[in-house]
């Protein structure tokens, strides 16, 4: 139980990658807060969890200030403390430049590098004044080496990374840490779609031969929110197989 009396947010939880660190935090004695734009999608994920009252579902817009700050509120309310905090919420516009329009490059950027800005600050805000706190940011590879298709996508991405050091050079000092996550090719609905050629090019890529799995994902945000990685900060940590090493 490595988490054990741990408090934690997890930004974008009502699936995917976000339900399966919900899961993860859980099973290690975290109590979480799981938000999403749905309430439908937190009844569901909620339901799926069972988690018997250790976790709870806020509907907030990750780009929305005041849904961000009331997070925080409603956490401490319900909880009594914060000490971690996952921003995961994400959505892709892909699309080459010639194709995609201004409004889905700020729509990216808002939901991934705005809403990680606003959850990063609202979390270390209240963590440096109570004990400090583990901050955990889903960039991802395409943040690394850029994907075709994703200049939306990989500009927020690489962003992410930018912030995520300046944040844990602004709050260490108050033993808050702030690390970021880059997760490659992972076993999701989007890897299961891809055409089979697609994938065979794929996995030719990854030294380790296989998609990741999301519970692999979680394991290494459980890793960051606990106290094993406690001096760890601004760090950037690859889940992706070693591919784009
Ligand atoms: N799946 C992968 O292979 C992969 C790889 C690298 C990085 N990532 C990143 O991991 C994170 C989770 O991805 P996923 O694959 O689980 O995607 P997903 O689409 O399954 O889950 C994303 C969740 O975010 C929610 N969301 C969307 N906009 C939101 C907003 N404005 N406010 C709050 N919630 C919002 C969605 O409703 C959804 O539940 C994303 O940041 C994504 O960019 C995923």
């Known amino acids: 139980m490595i988490v054990a009396g741990k408090v934690a947010v997890i930004t974008g939880a009502a699936g995917g990658l976000g339900l399966a660190m919900s899961r993860r935090l859980l099973a290690e004695g975290a109590r979480v807060v799981l938000t ?5 999608a937190l ?9 018997s009252g250790s976790a709870v579902g806020v509907v907030a817009r990750a780009s929305d200030p005041n849904d961000v700050e009331t997070v925080v509120t409603k956490t401490v309310t319900e909880f009594g403390r914060l000490d971690v905090w996952v921003n995961n919420a994400g ?3 892909d ?10 490059f700020d729509l990216v950027i808002d939901v991934h590098l705005r809403g990680t800005w606003l959850g990063t600050r609202a979390a270390a805000n209240w963590m440096r004044d109570n004990g400090g706190g583990s901050i955990i940011n889903v960039s991802s590879i395409s943040g690394k080496v850029g994907n075709a298709g994703q ?3 990989s500009a927020a991405k690489a962003g992410i990374v930018g912030l995520s050091k300046a944040a844990a050079k602004e709050v260490g000092f108050a033993g808050v840490r702030v690390n970021a996550i880059q997760p490659g ?8 779609s891809m055409p089979d050629h697609v994938k065979t090019a794929r996995l030719a890529e990854i030294p380790l031969g296989r998609f990741g799995e999301p519970d692999e994902v979680a394991d290494v945000v459980l890793f960051l929110a606990s106290d094993l990685s406690r001096y760890l900060t601004g760090t950037v940590i690859e889940i992706s197989g070693g591919r784009n090493i």
Not at 185 to 192: D, N
Request: proline share 3%; glycine share 0%.
């Open 43 to 51: 009844d569901r994920a909620l339901a799926e969890l069972d988690s």
């Open 151 to 153: 200049t939306n996508y």
């Open 185 to 192: 090719l992972i076993r999701t609905p989007m890897i299961e």
């Open 91 to 93: 959505i892709t516009r």
């Open 36 to 40: 999403d734009i749905s309430q439908e």
């Open 95 to 104: 699309a080459t430049m010639r194709k995609m329009s201004v409004e889905d």
